[in-house]
């Protein structure tokens, strides 16, 4: 289904922008938020369909109030897990692997949990999710790890609430959830890579999730060129070097197409295969 009714495509100009914006860079950082996956049929937090939009979101008080909310929790994950499973990257994502695969892009810093990266094709040691993953459930009493698919198999053969099979604790999936405070160590990664990047591409992130948001302050304030490519103004649109406000996925498919197919850089280019 559609996310959003009207949709905003970028002018030739701006797509020129970025592509030379990008074109001289060696260390380039990409910030993703909800916006680069809804291409994809992954609603935004906050656009239609999203948790703002249909109710309250989550909370960690939530789950850890009882057994009834941890059931209600497990119930809706047995039943919307699939659909989260069998979404595809779209051509924002694709973009994004293809720089990597030509040597430009030094790493994801993400606030999405749906994985879409790393199908796109990216080494998982170069996605940061700062706020956890959809694919994989932790015991929060002894750490067990499991991929997501092995608890989705234990909820359709025995829906309820699943507990570690090494211990009986509490299980949950590896995402943050409202009230709850960001690993430190994802985010000292993302830091650490923001300090070293020459461009900083934002793309589908409103900016205003704290502390992920400082992220490409840091870039900025440490000589990163910024570019935001987000259908909606952010707090840091005023330090930018460029924003375009339109949809990430035909946005980056039209700069890639300048920066590989058009041989805007040529011969630094083309090592980056599809």
């Known amino acids: 289904m559609e996310q959003y009714p009207e ?15 990008l074109a001289p860079a060696r ?10 996956s809804t291409e994809s049929g992954i609603p935004d937090y906050r656009g239609p369909g999203g948790v703002w939009a249909s109710g309250a979101p989550p909370t960690l008080d939530d789950f850890l109030r009882g057994e009834e909310m941890r059931r209600a929790y497990w ?12 979404r595809h990257p779209n051509r924002a994502h694709r973009m ?19 994985g879409l990266h790393q199908k796109a094709g990216h080494n998982p040691d170069r996605v940061i999710e700062l706020h956890g993953s959809a694919h994989h459930v932790r015991c929060m009493t002894c750490g067990t790890i499991w991929d997501a698919d092995v608890i989705q198999q234990r909820l359709e053969r025995d829906p309820g609430v699943p507990e570690c ?3 009986g604790g509490v299980l949950r999936t590896t995402t943050v959830l409202f009230g709850e405070p960001m690993p430190a160590a994802p985010l000292r990664r993302a830091v650490d890579l ?10 589908g992130s409103s ?14 304030q440490a000589g990163a060129r910024l570019a935001l490519v987000n259908r909606e103004s952010t707090p840091l649109d005023p330090l930018a070097e460029l924003v375009i406000a339109a949809d990430a996925g035909p946005t980056l498919a039209a700069v890639e197409r300048l920066l ?12 980056g295969q599809k």
Request: glycine fraction near 8%.
């Open 165 to 167: 099979e090494r211990c």
């Open 7 to 21: 949709r905003r495509i970028a002018s030739a100009d701006q797509i020129s922008m970025l592509a030379r914006l």
């Open 75 to 86: 119930e809706r994950r047995r039943v919307n897990y699939p659909e989260l499973a069998s």
């Open 96 to 114: 994004l692997a293809r720089l990597e695969r030509a040597g430009r892009l030094s790493g994801v810093v993400t606030q999405n949990i749906d």
């Open 27 to 36: 260390r380039i950082v990409a910030f993703t938020g909800a916006g680069i």
């Open 207 to 220: 900016l205003v999730v704290q502390p992920a948001a400082q992220v490409p302050l840091v870039a900025q």
């Open 260 to 271: 590989f197919e058009n041989g805007l850089q040529p011969g630094g280019w083309q090592t």
């Open 194 to 203: 923001a300090r070293s990047c020459d461009v900083m591409l934002v793309i």
